[in-house]
C-alpha cells in the first residue's frame, strides 16, 4: 500500500491510494477520526486521495491519529516511520517501470517495422 505522509504541529496530510477515487473510504478515514478529542477539521479530497486532519496537539497527538487510521487499516502498519523518500521511492521505481516497458514496446516495433525476419533471427 502506497501512502505518504506529511505532519506539522496540529495538521497532518495523509495521501493514500486506498483513499484515491474512493469516497467511501475518506468517509471512514472521516468517521474514525472527526470524534477523537482535539480533531478541529477534517478535509477529504478523493480526486487526489488526500485526508488533511488539523487537530489539538495539547489535546492528541499526530500518532494517535495515525494509529487510528492503521487500526481501520487504511494506512498500512508500520506507517509511522513512512517519509516523503520512501513515497518519492515509489513514484520512481513505478515510473522506471513504465518507461522500460515504452521502451521494450517501441524497440520491438521498430525491429518488426524493419525487417520481422531480423528479430526473430536475434530471438533464436
Keep these: 500500500m502506497s501512502h505518504y505522509i506529511h505532519t506539522v504541529p496540529g495538521r497532518i496530510r495523509v ?4 483513499f484515491k477515487y474512493n ?7 472521516r468517521e474514525t477520526l472527526q470524534h477523537l478529542p482535539g480533531v478541529h477539521e477534517i478535509k477529504t479530497n478523493p480526486s487526489t486521495g488526500s485526508v488533511v486532519i488539523r487537530y489539538d496537539g495539547s489535546t492528541i497527538q499526530a500518532d494517535r491519529l495515525l494509529l487510528a487510521l492503521e487500526e481501520k487499516r487504511l494506512i498500512q502498519t508500520g506507517s509511522l516511520s ?3 523518500d520512501s513515497y518519492v521511492e515509489n513514484i520512481v521505481a513505478d515510473t522506471g517501470a513504465k518507461m522500460g516497458k515504452a521502451m521494450l514496446g517501441w524497440a520491438v516495433g521498430k525491429a518488426l517495422e524493419a525487417n520481422g525476419l531480423s528479430l526473430l533471427a536475434a530471438l533464436i
Excluded: Y
Design 15 to 18: 495521501k493514500n491510494k486506498l
Design 23 to 29: 469516497p467511501r473510504n475518506c468517509e471512514m478515514a
Design 82 to 84: 513512512s517519509s516523503k
